[in-house]
């Protein structure tokens, strides 16, 4: 099986910068598609930033120009680079891949979590 490791989570004050890493390991062939989710309180889980094999990106309205996603396929790794962090920022968040196992099944994994917090 694969399991997702994050890690890079943290405090930081509004207008700092944070960087989490995710790095996928175990039975892997390829992988597809990687992304960051967040689950704010009293909120539902939303969509962060994904890429995919190709590298093109996609970004929540609220975190363009702040976020960049990018990834090492050589390491199976993803990032999330926070830029200009806001208290609204501040949530759990998780990373998800898409994976391709040897014998070519596709499943979705998500990573444990890892806790964001903006505050001065």
């Known amino acids: 099986q694969v399991q997702l490791v994050e890690s890079g989570g943290g405090l930081m004050q509004p207008g700092g910068s944070l960087r989490l890493s995710c790095a996928a390991s175990?039975?892997?062939?390829?992988?597809?598609?990687m992304g960051w989710y967040r689950r704010a309180p009293g909120k539902e889980r939303e969509l962060v930033a994904a890429i995919i094999s190709g590298g093109s990106t996609n970004y929540a309205d609220s975190v363009k120009g702040r976020f960049t996603i990018s990834r090492d396929n050589a390491k199976n790794t993803v990032y999330l680079q926070m830029n200009s962090l806001k208290p609204e920022d501040t949530a759990v968040y998780y990373c998800n891949a898409e994976i391709i196992g040897w014998a070519r099944t596709i499943y979705v994994y998500w990573g444990q979590g890892t806790q964001v917090t903006v505050s001065s």
């Open positions: 175990g039975s892997i062939f390829s992988v597809n598609a």
